[in-house]
T-cell receptor, first 113, second 113 residues
Framework: AQSVTQPDIHITVSEGASLELRCNYSYGATPYLFWYVQSPGQGLQLLLK??????LVQGIKGFEAEFKRSQSSFNLRKPSVHWSDAAEYFC???????????FGQGTELSVKP | NAGVTQTPKFQVLKTGQSMTLQCAQD?????MSWYRQDPGMGLRLIHY???????DQGEVPNGYNVSRSTTEDFPLRLLSAAPSQTSVYFC????????????FGPGTRLTVL
């Protein structure tokens, strides 16, 4: 079955600390991979995506993610978190034939001053 | 471009009432979809459309109807609202079905009493 797992429901980090949000997927083939961010009361905004090529992808707001095929993972990282990064983060996978996205449950990020 | 727009932003219904959530996009996207977001469950696909006149069911279609008479609009109808349909609803679109980068609207928060 196709699924996305984000093991951490809630993470708290101090401002300026590094961040890693985990994402594992189960999919029949290599999927397209995405990270979205949702600020309170807002819609989802695309942070970054992996389609093919370099397995380390750069996104907006200083985020990056690394695709590891052997681990079926696509973890999101940021070297230094800002208070404005507090939000909910969703990992998603989609088939290369297109269409539906499958979302993880989300990880809520809190940032301590 | 306005992107993806949704109306209303908030709605309260009584059990058994019907209503239509509106979604429109001005990017000439072929693919449009509706998701519902519930705490701890991420986003789940309700219905989607790959073009005008073509719709299909997603993961959780029961209790919802859709139609796609134009490229721009993709309304979601609740035929007889139930408390289990209390949720936040997001509309999304992408250029084509094989282009998985989806753009999301701001959401509609629906409460069914």
């Amino acid at each position: 079955a196709q699924s996305v797992t984000q093991p951490d429901i809630h993470i708290t980090v101090s401002e300026g600390a590094s961040l890693e949000l985990r994402c594992n997927y189960s999919y029949g083939a290599t999927p397209y991979l995405f990270w979205y961010v949702q600020s309170p009361g807002q819609g989802l905004q695309l942070l970054l995506k992996y389609f093919s090529g370099d397995t380390l992808v750069q996104g907006i707001k200083g985020f990056e993610a690394e695709f590891k095929r052997s681990q079926s993972s696509f973890n999101l990282r940021k070297p230094s978190v800002h208070w404005s990064d507090a939000a909910e983060y969703f990992c998603a996978v989609g088939g290369r034939q297109g269409g539906k996205l499958i979302f993880g449950q989300g990880t809520e990020l809190s940032v301590k001053p | 471009n306005a992107g993806v727009t949704q109306t209303p932003k908030f709605q309260v219904l009584k059990t058994g009432q019907s209503m239509t959530l509106q979604c429109a996009q001005d990017m000439n996207h072929e693919y449009m979809s509706w998701y519902r977001q519930d705490p701890g469950m991420g986003l789940r696909l309700i219905h989607y459309s790959v073009g005008a006149g073509i719709t299909d069911q997603g993961e959780v279609p029961n209790g919802y109807n859709v139609s796609r008479s134009t490229t721009e609009d993709f309304p979601l109808r609740l035929l007889s609202a139930a408390p289990s349909q209390t949720s936040v609803y997001f509309c999304a679109s992408s250029l084509t079905i094989s282009q998985n980068e989806q753009f999301f609207g701001p959401g509609t928060r629906l409460t069914v009493l």
